[in-house]
């Protein structure tokens, strides 16, 4: 309506993920009443019905995390980032009709892990990239408590990369993941979060996030990965 398309279903989150098929319509991902879900809606800002059920996938059944990412592969496929705190973390991958792809992962869905050094270490994912070759690039944060009374400290940029068919690259990094060290005191950065990671046209990854020293200043960083 006057250019605004409307949805009367309820969400409840803090994000929302929105891509461009080359047919003009648009896929949205975010939370339906705590469950993630992705709509599609045509070129003219109808829903699609003829997407997932009635224009709605869900993603309740794979036990899904909170949505942080979206992006269309070169065949119109949908890759969806999910993380949060108590289900982990999780890339699916959906075909043209909603359903889950079988060829991606395990039945869909490619669960995200990387080895810590540290008991107190947590990692949260924020950010997704295609590179040319349809490799899959997470990008997330590696957080150390160890100050502030279960507030996170120290943190570090880290990224995970699969294949094409959702399983883990093991010739990227050391079995499949880099990430920045830091020494006790967060040299680099603290708390490095919201991260971005983009593919560079050189094959190259740019990952940029909000570094906050200990002073309380705020500034962004950007890391380049061969």
Do not use: H
Request: aromatic share 6%; proline share 4%; with cysteine.
């Amino acid at each position: 309506v006057g250019g605004t398309v409307i949805s009367t279903l309820t969400m409840v989150g803090y994000d929302c993920e929105i891509a461009l098929q080359n047919d003009g319509k648009l896929v949205v991902a975010a939370e339906l009443a705590n469950v993630p879900v992705l709509l599609r809606f045509a070129a003219d800002g109808t829903v699609d019905a003829s997407y997932g059920e009635k224009g709605v996938v869900s993603l309740s059944s794979q036990a899904f995390p909170g949505i942080r990412g979206l992006r269309l592969d070169k065949e119109g496929r949908a890759l969806v980032l999910g993380s949060s705190s108590f289900d982990g973390a999780k890339v699916a991958r959906l075909l043209d009709t909603g359903a889950l792809d079988q060829s991606f992962g395990v039945a869909g869905v490619a669960v995200i892990s990387v080895p810590t050094n540290d008991s107190d270490e947590r990692v949260s994912w924020g950010s997704m990239a295609l590179q040319p070759d349809a490799k899959i690039v997470v990008a997330g944060n590696v957080s150390i408590d160890k100050d502030f009374n279960g507030v996170p400290s120290i943190g570090s940029p880290v990224l995970l990369r699969f294949d094409a068919n959702g399983k883990v690259d093991t010739s990227f990094g050391k079995n499949g993941s880099v990430r920045v060290q830091l020494d006790e005191k967060g040299v680099i950065s603290l708390l490095f979060r919201r991260q971005s990671v983009v593919a560079l046209p050189d094959g190259r990854l740019a990952v940029g996030g909000v570094q906050t020293p200990y002073d309380g200043s705020r500034s962004v960083i950007t890391v380049v990965w061969q």
